[in-house]
């Protein structure tokens, strides 16, 4: 009976780890996240910027809040890191801004939330081993250089919230094997002084820029298939180029 009962007990054990190890790689797939507050920050009227990493860990899951206050963007946080590999940016959290993860060339995925607007100027720029950005998206803007030189970056789904696209945002993205530009899209090529906003951080742009063709965006990227969305106002693809309609 005795030897009944311990059988039963190491069973429940094992099928109490098992399910433990399961609801905890889940979420996040087969990596290993550590939520880490480990950051210095500044802090302002609409919440936290974090201002640069000062952990060790690999795969990170970012705050929503720090002392209390919500978590809404981040700049330069994570510049020239050679160490994080995976990085979960929580709902809230509106830009990733300038330089937040340049050069960190072992970051291999970005998994963002919908509440980001703005991929800042040179945000991912130089970081050779990112193969994907995750997430729902809803952002209006990607800033000049923001994916220069992904050279990994096989693919990114751009969303119909899109507006803005900067001058070599996607340059040097040697493994980018196709993008549909979508129809919202008023900008291609732009430059950080013809992009505007308003109060609200609301993308304002010039009639006399819609359409641009004046700078590249797309340079140095051979895999690259490239189509513009039917109902585009501004722009239509002709032999894999992308075309103004109205220049």
């Known amino acids: 009976m005795k030897e009944n009962q311990k059988k039963i007990m190491i069973v429940v054990c094992l099928i109490v780890i098992v399910l433990g190890v399961y609801f905890l790689v889940k979420p996040y797939g087969a990596v290993k996240y550590v939520a880490d507050s480990s950051f210095e920050y500044t802090q302002t009227e609409n919440g936290i910027i974090l201002t640069k990493y000062t952990g060790q860990n690999k795969n990170i899951i970012i705050p929503d809040k720090i002392d209390g206050k919500k978590v809404v963007s981040l700049s330069g946080t994570f510049h020239g890191n050679s160490t994080v590999e995976n990085v979960i940016i929580p709902e809230g959290v ?55 030189n992904c050279a990994s970056l096989e693919k990114i789904d751009l969303p119909e919230t899109l507006e803005f696209i900067g001058e070599k945002a996607f340059e040097e993205c040697e493994s980018l094997k196709k993008l549909v530009i979508p129809a919202s899209v008023e900008i291609i090529g732009g430059t950080t002084e013809s992009q505007q906003t308003d109060e609200q951080g609301n993308v304002i742009i010039p009639e006399d820029q819609r359409g641009s063709t004046k700078n590249t965006s797309f340079d140095k990227c051979p895999e690259l298939t490239i189509t513009v969305a ?3 106002e501004y722009y239509y693809s002709e032999d894999n180029v992308i075309k103004s309609k109205v220049e």
Request: glycine share 6%; with cysteine.
């Open 94 to 148: 509106q830009e990733i801004d300038y330089m937040a993860f340049w050069h960190c060339i072992n970051l291999t995925s970005v998994e963002l939330p919908k509440s980001v607007k703005t991929i800042g100027h040179a945000a991912f720029n130089s970081c050779i081993s990112l193969k994907k950005v995750k997430g729902d998206f809803a952002f209006t803007q990607i800033m000049p250089y923001a994916f220069t």
């Open 230 to 232: 039917e109902g585009n």
